[in-house]
């Protein structure tokens, strides 16, 4: 018996590809669909980790100027509050290479604020993505209160800040993704979106196909 019923405030849904380059409309595409979600303009937009605080004009303009190798972005609400709190949705887009340097992988992470995803929502976002990008995993998490969507592990908080950890054995769990074509899955989410690799080792009946190489399966 629960004692405590769990508050959720938001969904967070993230996709990976084995893949080494970044396309500004991968970018565009997550802004709108946040806007569409939570009706959320997030116009305080981050390149290459630099706190640039500019809205997409802006960010295009200066790409375009300058011809900056895009690695990392980043979205926030522009008002002031805490990145790491559930108090707005944001996006984080990057490729990322292992630290034992034997690969890369591009992650896109959503966190949609106060939204509690559907599995019809889940095929919706996934369909336009796989428009304008090949997609070799994801999943989607329920986002509890004082839980950092990125680390996914709980936030510390105190009267003046907030803080989190990276907990040990973070980095190696990431180097892992590279062998999600091999059917490596890094654990069961609510909702997960499987490759054909990782189906056939699962070995679950029942899921809903996407393409011909994905899958979604729904934990209960």
């Keep these: ?23 500004i409309s991968i970018f565009q595409l997550s802004l709108d669909i946040i ?6 303009t997030l116009d305080g937009l981050h390149l290459n980790m630099r706190h ?5 004009n802006k960010l295009l303009n200066h790409i375009q100027k300058t011809g900056e190798k895009i690695e990392f972005l980043e979205a926030y609400s522009s008002k002031p509050s805490s990145k790491m709190l559930e108090n707005s949705s944001s996006i984080s887009y990057g490729v990322y290479e292992t630290l034992n340097k034997k690969g890369h992988f591009v992650e896109v992470s959503l966190n949609i604020n106060n939204y509690i995803i ?6 919706n976002i996934i369909n336009r993505y796989l428009k304008i990008m090949d997609i070799d995993y994801g999943y989607v998490f329920y986002l509890k209160e004082k839980q950092n969507w990125i680390i996914e592990n709980n936030l510390k908080t105190s009267l003046f800040s907030v803080t989190s950890t990276i907990p040990k054995g973070y980095y190696e769990e990431r180097e892992k993704l590279l062998e999600i074509n091999n059917g490596f899955i890094p654990k069961i989410y609510k909702y997960n979106i499987l490759n054909n690799a990782q189906i056939k080792l699962l070995n679950k009946p029942n ?5 011909d190489k994905l899958s979604l399966n729904e934990d209960e």
């Design 1 to 23: 018996m629960k004692l405590f019923k769990i508050k959720y405030v938001g969904s967070v849904m993230k996709i990976y590809q084995i893949f080494n380059n970044i396309d």
């Design 35 to 40: 806007k569409e979600y939570t009706n959320e």
């Design 52 to 56: 640039n605080n500019w809205d997409l």
């Design 118 to 123: 559907k599995k019809e929502d889940v095929i």
């Design 207 to 211: 899921l809903c196909k996407i393409n």
